[in-house]
């Protein structure tokens, strides 16, 4: 009998859509990722063909303000892209213009049914061509202020990695191009082509957050003397809970006035930013120590250790365990059992009651 002719594997065309700030590191790891993908899919259709997927390189010119095709992986048919994906692309974070040819031509080819996808700067691309507005957006999470102060019309999520609407597709962190590319293998090639390919490149599947590996940066150039103050003072206090009362006395103010200003200087309110501080330390303690959990969480103060779990997988994305497996480092600690490598381990904080502006912060 003669065997049964193989049906073509239909094309994907997948663009990555640059300009002259785009990270090179990341139109190269789309490349790859895209290109072993092809190969894992091709495998599972042997003999269909033309390779699965057709990757294509589109270049904004920033003289004559043209997009055009500077890359195609199978040249020789006309172009039909299903998703263009803008890289990580820093220079695109210190633009300001409301518009630019990039994002106009990217308008353009979603009105046609292109899906868009943006890493890190790249989502800034992506945002100046409105299709974000109203949606949930993420990016870099050093970038999420700068972000939601530009795109005040967009909802900003930089705690997850990848938010997907179905036609447009945000990733956030300068290596999310790896979730990003890997979520659109999925959804274009099948999950067992992304799993082929997250497995050849040791990459997690989709489902990583940016919470898992952002550490805490409180807003400091806010301007507010006194509540500056008590953000340093706290620093020092991270290993046990203080009273609004002790903050209000150290920075000689009200408690009520406390309250107000330290909101609007910081986007917290004490309570959530000591919070914040405490999980801060536990990750040291975590990554750097032998401790137990049940040590770390009386370390931070914590007397109930069930809270302190909660409170971590709330902040963190991680339980202190799955957190402490995935980020600890394997290094001999000599300092103290709570010290990290090379550095001193830290006195246990002074009393939190203090006399008005009394003493500095204990180191």
């Known amino acids: 009998m003669a065997e049964s002719a193989i049906a073509p594997l ?32 091709a495998r599972q259709r042997p003999g269909a063909g033309a390779a699965p997927v057709r990757l294509t390189h589109w270049l904004a010119d920033d003289a004559d303000g043209e997009v055009r095709c500077i890359h195609d992986s199978c040249p020789g048919t006309p172009h039909a892209p299903a998703v263009l994906v803008i890289p990580g692309n820093e220079r695109a974070t210190r633009q300001t213009k409301a518009d630019d040819p990039l994002a106009s031509w990217l308008r353009r080819q979603h009105a046609q049914g292109v899906v868009l996808a943006a890493v890190c700067g790249g989502v800034f691309i992506l945002a100046r061509t409105g299709l974000l507005a109203g949606r949930q957006a993420t990016t870099h999470w050093a970038f999420s202020e700068q972000f939601a102060h530009q795109f005040p019309d967009v909802l900003t999520e930089s705690d997850r990695m990848v938010i997907d609407y179905g036609d447009v597709v945000t990733a956030g962190g300068v290596l999310a191009w790896a979730d990003l590319g890997l979520r659109l293998v999925e959804r274009f090639l099948g999950p067992a082509v992304m799993m ?39 620093a020092s206090q991270r290993e046990q809970a203080v009273s609004v009362a002790d903050i209000a006395r150290y920075a000689c103010l009200e408690p009520r006035t406390l309250l107000r200003r330290f909101l609007r200087a910081t986007g917290m309110r004490p309570s959530e930013y000591q919070q914040n501080l405490r999980i801060s330390r536990a990750r040291e303690l975590l990554e750097f120590s032998r401790r137990s959990i049940s040590e770390i969480a009386s370390a931070v103060g914590y007397d109930d250790v069930g809270g302190f779990r909660r409170v971590f997988q709330r902040t963190t994305g991680l339980s202190p365990s ?10 001999e600690v000599s300092r103290g059992p709570d010290a990290p490598s090379g550095r001193p381990a830290r006195a246990r904080p002074r009393s939190a009651a203090v006399p008005c502006g009394g003493g500095h912060p204990a180191a």
Not at 10 to 32: K, V, Y
Not at 199 to 224: C, I, K, N, W
Request: aromatic content about 12%; charged content about 25%.
């Open 10 to 41: 239909a094309q994907l065309e997948i663009g990555l859509a640059c300009d002259a700030g785009s990270s090179p590191a990341g139109i190269h790891g789309l490349g790859d990722l895209f290109r072993y993908a092809s190969e894992f899919a």
């Open 196 to 234: 082929a390919t997250a497995r050849y490149m040791l990459v997690d599947p989709p489902g990583r957050e940016q919470r898992f590996y952002s550490d805490f940066h409180p807003r400091t150039a806010h301007g507010d003397g006194a509540v500056l103050k008590a953000q340093l003072w706290l």
């Open 322 to 331: 799955d957190y402490r497996r995935r980020f600890r480092l394997n290094v």
